[in-house]
């Protein structure tokens, strides 16, 4: 899992409320990507960062929201419009690719489980 | 738009037997491929990946994957399998000088190695 954390390891959600899902990175990565694992379906891209102050959709952004004010940090918020929230949640970063010519290795952390009370 | 198909939900092969985890992609262009392992409620680990050069590629803990580009394949290996192996794998694909360095993974594939 190197030098990505996440945290909590899991978290209850209860009807109508935000998450906040924690990622930090010490491997001086500059990008930075969050993922949703449901069984049988592998991994889908929610948001990912290339730089500090910007972030993009992935495939299933709705009902989420990012930010990404330092360059070590990466929070998920799961919303209240999320409607099917239970899953588990991976954090990667990697090397910036500078004009799209290498395709840097991402990273994994160890994973947030996330739950519905 | 990028695609990836791992046709075998489960793997089970005895411990010292040859094992193989089948891999398709599809993708507009050059394709860059890798390989990841997951252990229960553990993160993803990286194991290779093709970028290219030479269509055999060496990763950790001795697996390989041969990339065939007529198949459009890349296909994860290891002679001699171990108990420890035992574990959930992951194929994901990118385009060359694509977007936002995406990747596309497949539905994964369950391996049990049995003593």
């Known amino acids: 899992d190197g030098g990505i954390t996440q945290s909590p390891k899991y978290l209850f959600r209860k009807e109508g409320q935000n998450v906040t899902l924690s990622c930090e990175q010490n491997?001086?990565?500059?990008?930075m990507y969050w993922y949703r694992q449901d069984p049988g379906q592998g991994l889908r891209l929610i948001y990912y960062?290339?730089?500090?102050?910007?972030?993009q959709k992935g495939d299933i952004a709705e009902g989420y929201s990012v930010s990404r004010e330092k360059k070590e940090s990466f929070p998920l918020t799961v919303t209240s419009a999320q409607k099917n929230p239970t899953a588990f949640y991976l954090c990667?970063?990697?090397?910036?690719?500078?004009?799209?010519?290498?395709?840097?290795?991402?990273?994994f952390g160890p994973g947030t489980r996330l739950l519905v009370l | 738009a990028q695609s990836v198909a791992q046709p075998e939900d489960q793997v089970n092969v005895a411990e010292g037997n040859p094992l193989t985890v089948k891999c398709t992609y599809s993708?507009?262009?050059?394709?860059?491929l890798f390989w990841y392992v997951q252990y229960p409620n553990r993160g993803l680990q990286f194991l290779l990946k093709y970028i290219t050069g030479d269509n055999l590629v060496k990763g950790s803990y001795g697996f390989e994957a041969e990339f065939n580009k007529s198949q459009t394949s890349f296909h994860l290996k290891k002679p001699s399998a171990l108990v420890s192996d035992s574990a959930l794998y992951f194929c994901?694909?990118?385009?060359?000088?694509?977007?936002?360095?995406?990747?596309?993974f497949g539905g994964g594939t369950r391996v049990l190695v049995k003593p």
């Open positions: 993708v507009s262009g050059n394709p860059y």
């Open positions: 491997l001086n990565h500059d990008a």
């Open positions: 960062s290339q730089i500090v102050n910007d972030f």
């Open positions: 990667a970063s990697s090397i910036r690719t500078s004009g799209g010519e290498i395709q840097e290795t991402q990273y």
């Open positions: 994901a694909v990118s385009r060359i000088k694509a977007a936002g360095n995406k990747l596309t």
